[in-house]
Structure formats: structure tokens, C-alpha cells
């Protein structure tokens, strides 16, 4: 709850400013009551029109004044909330960036209700100048109940019976509320995720699924649409009770007070003064409990926020070594994926002198790529060490690490950029010739020269309006521009043309040559060249310990994606 009140202590010097004009904005609140109070006392008494000019000039110019405060404090309070809102995002996206890949992975995964965009949203609109200065000025309930008290104790009486009867009706229905909006939320998201499902074009088409998933649109829909009504029913509820409680009030103020008149205990324009103090009155207190539902969400989404920033981040203050050279040991290594029961590895070793190369095998979801994904630091060890040169990887520098890499993912993304911001995303300084240079290199020379817009070819959906084999490429590319000491490969030959395969084994045979340490992954492929190093993660049945052996035949690298 404090975070959500950020905003009003966010600056010392503005939050005494907004606490003191609200105090200014609720004593010239009471113009109106004072004003019909004196209009009836003294200018109805005695009939002198300059008393009435005096003080409807004073009544105008006390709510002119009071409009003016409300306005500026608005105005501060949104700027507050534009501040508070700022940083949140700013952290939400800082953590986005940069936390482990695999916590982050599996933490989004997992979140039940929306993931960031929806909490942030969520806790903007609790987090706005309005409900934010509904709950300011409630406390000055106590003021007006304090000035109804000093006209009128019975009235005050009366009025504070009604607000304590609203009070619990509030409670209760708020209550109600939550959980209609809870139920809401989780419908809305499971549509979400179903017209999700429908933007899967060409699945649904080629599986003839559209009945199917109509079905679910229907049902979902259905569901959404229901509790979405239960939501707007329980909202106007609590808004006729507010509207219910103020006609009753007011019936009860005038009913007794006419009575306390009758009985020369009050005087007419205290009654008229009193019954528009305690509508006033209602307002404050009811304001913010009608937005209770909101607050409560909020102050949920703070606590998956919170969470979120919680989750670890890539060591950037790690070591950095003066140089890599490319040795790399793999020591009783035991990984499983976060809420997930299989293990991938229980005891995997295997070590790398700098120059050599690795071949690792296995048939589906033995652990290939995951492998690579913790070679290159995006998911850490359950146990057992990966060190570099003799470093722990966990303890080195993550951004260090990735620029001694040359890594092409199985599945490789563009991002958002042309052409050129994605290539030069490790280096800006990189020229446009030496881009074009290793673009050619991998085989997208003509590729590139017949694009009007060359290199600043605008990237769209993550690459994947490219054919796989030209995205692989370029990420191929993009990963050679490192100059990395570690090379690691997920299946080289997926999407690649006969021509993309001879230029692959060639780059590969070049690396090799350059004394990068290779670790290629492949399902199909022997080993690149004879006496490489060679896992088979098939090989042990209950991943125990994956081998280690030499190629099974000399004179290989001929062979190897044939
Ligand atoms: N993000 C993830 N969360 C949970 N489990 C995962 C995740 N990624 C992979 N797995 C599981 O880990 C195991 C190893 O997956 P991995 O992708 O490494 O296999 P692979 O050998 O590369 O498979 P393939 O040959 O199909 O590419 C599989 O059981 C897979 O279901």
C-alpha cells in the first residue's frame, strides 16, 4: 500500500504542499455552508441587498479560489504520478534486460495474470491523480464531521450513524467486489491466451481447426462477457448505495433537523448548511472505497512487480579476464529447467583445451540446446561447475563473456532495427564494409545487393518474415563479427541449402584452423574433424555421465554433413 502512495511522498517539499492545500481546499469547502448559513442569518433577516452582494462576492470568490487549488493540486499530483510510474518502468524494464534468462523465462511463463504490461497497466490506473488524491483528502472527513458537530451535535449524530451503516455496506460489497474482479481478470487472460491462439493463422488453417478453437472463442467469450457483467452489476451496486445512503441522509438531517427548528434548537440555515456538509461528507468517505477493488489489484500486481525485480540478474560486475583463451571444463553438471520435474543432466563432464572442438549428439530433448544455453550463460547449473580458463563461469562478467562468444541459437531472433543495428548491436564502430564483408562470407552477398534498401533494410517480426535459412545467416553473421574465442554452434545444417552447408563446414574448418575451441551441436552430423572430442547424450540411459571419445573415424571432416 505505501508503494502505491509513492507519489504523495515521493518529494518532501511538494507532499507538504499537496497536504496543505487540501486542508485550504476542505475549510473553503465549507463557503457554501457558510455562505446559505449567513444568507439566511443575516441577509433574509434584515434585507439588506449589499449583504447579499458581500456575500455571494465572498462565496464566488472562496470557490473560485478553492477550483484554482484543486486545479494546481491536480496538476502537482499528476506529475507525481508521472514520476512514480517512470521509475517503475524503468525498473520493470531494467530487470527485463537484464535478469537470468532462464529465471526470467520461467517467471514469465508462470505468471498467471498478464505478465508486466498488465501489472504496470494495472497499477497505473491505481496510481493516477485521482484515486490517488480521493485517498488524500479522506481524512478531511474528520473535519467536516468535526464542523457538523460544532453546528449541530444530534445532526452530526445522525450523519455519523449513516456513514458508519455505508461504511459496512461498502466493506462488504468491496469484498464481493474483489473477488468478481479477481474471476474477471482470470477469464479475460484465458480468452486472451485463446485469441492468442487464433493469430496462429496457418496452424489453425492447415489443421482445419477453426471449429475447435470457435468453440473456445465462443465459450471463453461467453465467460468473459458473464463476469464482466457480474463486475458492472457489483460497481453500479456500490454506486447506488452511495447515491442511496446520501437521499437517506439527507432526509434524516432535514426530518430531524426541521424538528430541532421547531423546537427553536436550530436555526434554519444551520439545517440547509449541515445537509450540504454531509453530502460532502459521503463523497470523501465513499470515494475511495468504491476504487477499494482497484487499490486491492494494485496492490496485488506490486507484489508480482516486486517479485519480478527480485529475480537474479547476469553478474555484469563479474571478472573480466585480460584474454580468453578457450579452455572450457564441464564438471559434474546438474541442471533441471525451474518448476519442471525432468532433469537434464545429473552428472555431465567433459573438458576443452583451448583450439580443440567438441561435437555433441543426442536425438530430441536429450539436452542439446540446453547445453549451449548454459555454455553461454543464459541458464546457470543446479550444481557442478562450467568454468573458463579455469574461472567459474557464474563469477565472470556476463557481458564480457558473450563478446568472447560466437554463438548461432538453433532458433535465432532479429530484433526490432534494420539490418545494420543488428549487426552492429556488440559494436557500433563496426564499418559498413566490414558488414558486408561477413555477410558475404556466410553466402548473402547477392542476397543483399539485389534488397533496395541494403543494410538498412528495416527487420520485421523478429526475422520471421525471412526464409530460416537467411535469418540463420545473419545471425551466423552477426555472431562471427565478434571475433569470439568460443564457438558454439546449434544444429549448423537446420534451414541451410546445399551451398548455405559447403559454406558453413568451410567458415567452421576456418575456425577450427584459427585455434577458436568449437562445440558443435547437432543431431545428424559427425564429428567435424578427426579426433575431435564427441558426446553422445544417447548414450547413457539415465544421463549419468555423458562420454567423452574420440571420433569414431579418421578422415571425417570429409564427411561430416553428408
Ligand atoms: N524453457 C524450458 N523450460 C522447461 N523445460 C525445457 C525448456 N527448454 C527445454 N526444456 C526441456 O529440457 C529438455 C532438453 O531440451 P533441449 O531443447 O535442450 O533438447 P535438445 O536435445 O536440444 O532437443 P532438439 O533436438 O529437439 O533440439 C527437454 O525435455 C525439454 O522439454
Redesign the pocket.
Known sequence: MRALLAPLWARSDLNVYMVLSSLVIHILGLTSTVFVMLVYGRYLSHGVDSTLYTLTTGALVGIGVEMFLRRARFKIASSLCAVESRKLSEKVSHTLLNARS?AL??HLNSAADGGTTTWLERIGQAVSPQPVLALLDMPFALLLLAVLFALSWQLALCVLLVVVVLLVMLGVSAHRMKSITSDHQTNQSKYNVLLKNAELTEAVRINNAQDWLSQRLVNGSGESRLSRHHLQLQQEKMQSQVRNATVFMSVIVISVGAALSVHGELNFGVLIGANILSARLIMLISQPIQQMPMWLNAVRDFGCVNDFLALPEETQKGTKLPSFKGKVSVKQLMFA?P??P?M?YENLNFELDAGETLTVT??????????ARLLTGLVQPLRGSIAIDGVELRQVNAHWWREQLVYLP?DPDLLPGTLRDNMTLMDASLQDAQLTEVIGKVGLGDWLNQHPDGLDMEIQMRGRNLALGIRRRIAFARALLSQGQLVVID?PLEGLDKAGITMMQKVLAELAKEKRTLII?S?FMQPLKAGAKFIN?DESHVMQVATVRPSPAPGVEKEWFA
Open positions: 532462464g523465462q520461467s529447467y518448476n519442471s525432468l537434464v543426442g536425438s530430441n530433448g536429450k539436452g542439446k540446446t540446453t547445453l538453433q544444429e551441436i543431431q547424450l
